[in-house]
C-alpha cells in the first residue's frame, strides 16, 4: 500500500499535553475536555480510554512474515488501516487509543486530519472539530510496523507472536494494542471486520465468519466479520499455512471454520473431532451457543505455551487435549459473551470454564465435581499453597490474575453454590447467567445479586465471604 505524506506534522508530545491541558482548564460548557487515557481497570489501569464507547471496528491488514525461526519475526511487516466507528459519551476535545509499537502515519476524524501524539501505549487524539456528547464519530489511523510481543505482568508472552511460517495474535489481557490502535479494555465490545492480506500460499484466520478470499498480484486477501460483540482481548489473527476444514453443525447449519499447522494435524484430529459433541453438550448445560460461527486454530506460537478462548475459533498451541477443549469452547459463553467488567472479575471467565472441565468429567464416566472439589479442599496450605494464596473475586496483582485461585478456587465457588440450590435450580443458574448478560459485561456483584434473586431463602452470606473474598482456606467445604 502506498501512503501519502501526514497532511499534518506530528505534534511533539509537549505541545500536545499542553493544548490538552489548556483545555481541560476550561472545565466543560462550550468546550470539551480529553477524554481519559484508562478505564481505572484495578489491575491494568492505563488499559482502554474514557470519553467513547466504539461499537464497530473496521481493520485492513497486510503482513509480510519474515524469516520465521531464524528472525523470531525481526523482518516481518504489519501494514494497517483501522476505522473505528465509536460514540462519544461525553463532550470530547481529545481522546486517547491504545497502541503499542508500530508507527502511526496519520489519523483522521470524520475524514479530517485530527492532531495526534504518543506516549507509552496511549494514541492521543484531537480531532479538528470537538465531538459533541452523544456524537457517533469515526476515526482512521494508517499505521505499520514489526509488531511487538508483549510480555505479561504474569511471564507469559501475548500480542503479535512470530510463528515458523507465519504469525498469531493473542489479546489476553493487553495484547491487542500490538497490532490494533482501539480501546483495548473488555469492558467496550464491539463489532469486526478484519481483513487481511497475506503472500499469495499462506492464510490469514480470524474471529467469526470468512465472507470473501481473493488473490492478485501474488498476495491473497481474507475477509472475516464478527457481527457479534467482541472484546479486543478476543480478536485473533492467525497467518500462516494451515490445513483448512470448513463444515456446518446442527440443525442450524452453524459455520465451522478449524485451521491447523499440518504439524500437528495427526496429533489433532482425534480430538477436534470431538468438537461437535462439545458443543453439543455444551449447548444443553449452558443454552443456547452465543455467535453465529465456531472452530478452533491449532498453530505453533514460538513463545506462547497457553490456549486462548478467541472469540469463535479458540487457539491452541499445538493439538489440545479434550479437557483443554471443553474449556476454550465453555469460555465461549462465559468469557467471551458473557465478559468480565475489569480485569478484577477474571474468575467468572476461569472458574466457570474449568467447572466446566469438572462437569464433563462428570458425564463422562469421570470424578463428580463434588469428589474434584473434596480431592482439592483435601490439599492444606502447606501442601497447596497457590490454592489458597488469595481469594478468587481479589487477586493480590496483575501478575496473577491466572493463578489458581481464579480458576480452581473459582470453580470450588461454583460448586458450592450447587450444593446450596441443588442440581435444577443450579443448571438455571448457568444458563440463566449465560442468558441474562448474552454479549455483555458483567462482574461479580452482578453475579452474587442474581445468584441470590434466583434461589430466594437459601443464604450465601458464608460462601461469598469465605469462598469468594476470604483470605487463607476456608473452615468448612
Ligand atoms: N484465558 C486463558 C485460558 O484459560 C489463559 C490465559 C492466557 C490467560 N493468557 C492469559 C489468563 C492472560 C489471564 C491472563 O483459557
Ligand atoms: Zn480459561
Not at 462550550?30 to 489491575?43: A, E, F, L, N, Q
Not at 465490545?189 to 492480506?197: E, N, V
Not at 470450588?412 to 441443588?422: A, E, F, P, S
Not at 487463607?472 to 467445604?477: L, N, V
Given at each position: ?14 505541545l ?30 492505563k ?136 480501546n ?18 499462506l ?13 492478485s498480484?501474488?498476495r ?20 500462516g ?94 468469557g ?15 472458574g466457570f ?72 435450580r443450579?443448571?438455571?443458574i ?38 469468594l ?9
Open positions: 500500500m502506498s501512503r501519502s505524506v501526514p497532511v499534518v506534522p506530528a505534534v511533539p508530545a509537549f500536545l499535553a499542553l493544548g490538552l491541558a489548556l483545555t481541560a482548564c476550561s472545565g466543560g460548557g462550550v468546550h470539551g475536555s480529553p477524554g481519559s487515557s484508562g478505564v481505572h481497570d484495578p489491575y491494568f489501569p488499559a482502554g480510554n474514557g470519553g467513547y464507547d466504539v461499537s464497530h471496528y473496521d481493520l485492513k491488514l497486510a503482513y509480510t512474515p519474515g524469516q520465521g525461526d531464524r528472525d523470531r519475526g525481526q523482518g516481518s511487516r504489519l501494514t494497517g488501516t483501522a476505522t473505528l466507528t465509536a460514540r462519544a459519551t461525553e463532550h470530547l476535545s481529545a481522546f486517547d487509543l491504545d497502541l503499542k509499537g508500530l508507527d502511526v502515519e496519520d489519523v483522521t476524524v470524520e475524514g479530517r486530519p485530527a492532531r495526534w501524539s504518543r506516549s507509552g501505549q496511549e494514541l492521543a487524539v484531537r480531532p479538528h472539530d470537538d465531538l459533541d456528547a452523544d456524537e457517533t464519530f469515526r476515526v482512521t489511523v494508517h499505521y505499520s510496523g514489526t509488531p511487538e510481543t508483549i510480555t505479561d505482568p504474569d511471564g507469559s508472552e501475548e500480542g503479535w507472536l512470530p510463528t515458523a511460517d507465519g504469525a498469531l495474535a493473542l489479546g489476553e489481557p493487553t495484547g491487542s494494542m500490538a497490532w490494533l490502535p482501539g483495548d479494555h473488555p469492558s467496550d465490545k464491539a463489532s469486526y471486520d478484519i481483513t487481511i492480506t497475506v503472500p499469495k500460499g492464510q490469514a484466520v480470524s474471529n467469526g465468519e470468512l465472507r470473501g478470499e481473493s488473490t498480484g501474488g491473497t486477501t481474507f475477509a472475516w466479520r464478527s457481527a457479534e460483540p467482541m472484546a479486543t482481548y478476543l480478536a485473533t489473527v492467525a497467518v499455512r494451515y490445513d483448512i476444514s470448513r463444515s456446518t453443525l446442527g440443525p442450524g447449519h452453524l459455520p465451522v471454520y478449524i485451521a491447523v499447522d499440518p504439524t500437528q494435524a495427526r496429533a489433532a484430529r482425534g480430538v477436534l473431532a470431538k468438537l461437535p459433541e462439545i458443543m453439543e453438550w455444551e449447548e444443553y448445560n449452558f443454552g443456547p451457543y452465543p455467535f453465529s460461527s465456531t472452530g478452533a486454530i491449532v498453530d505453533r506460537p514460538q513463545d506462547a505455551g497457553y490456549a486462548l478462548e478467541t472469540q469463535t475459533r479458540p487457539v491452541f498451541p499445538g493439538a489440545p487435549d479434550t479437557t483443554t477443549l471443553v474449556h476454550e469452547l465453555a469460555h465461549q459463553w462465559y467471551d459473551s458473557v465478559t468480565p467488567k475489569t480485569w478484577q472479575d477474571m474468575w467468572l471467565n476461569e470454564a474449568t467447572y466446566a472441565e469438572w462437569l464433563w468429567a462428570e458425564d463422562h464416566d469421570g470424578d463428580t465435581a463434588q469428589q474434584t472439589f473434596d480431592r482439592l479442599y483435601a490439599h492444606g496450605e502447606d501442601d497447596y499453597p497457590d490454592l489458597w494464596s488469595f481469594p478468587p473475586a481479589k487477586p493480590t496483582s496483575a501478575a496473577h490474575i491466572s493463578d489458581d485461585p481464579v480458576y480452581v478456587r473459582g470453580a470450588m465457588v461454583l460448586q458450592k453454590i450447587r450444593r446450596t440450590v441443588g442440581d435444577d443450579f443448571y438455571d448457568v444458563q440463566g447467567w449465560a442468558a441474562a448478560h448474552r454479549h455483555g459485561n458483567a462482574d461479580t456483584d452482578d453475579f452474587t445479586a442474581y445468584v441470590e434473586r434466583m434461589a430466594p431463602g437459601k443464604d450465601f452470606t458464608g460462601i461469598w465471604r469465605d469462598w473474598y476470604g483470605k487463607g482456606k476456608p473452615d468448612r467445604p
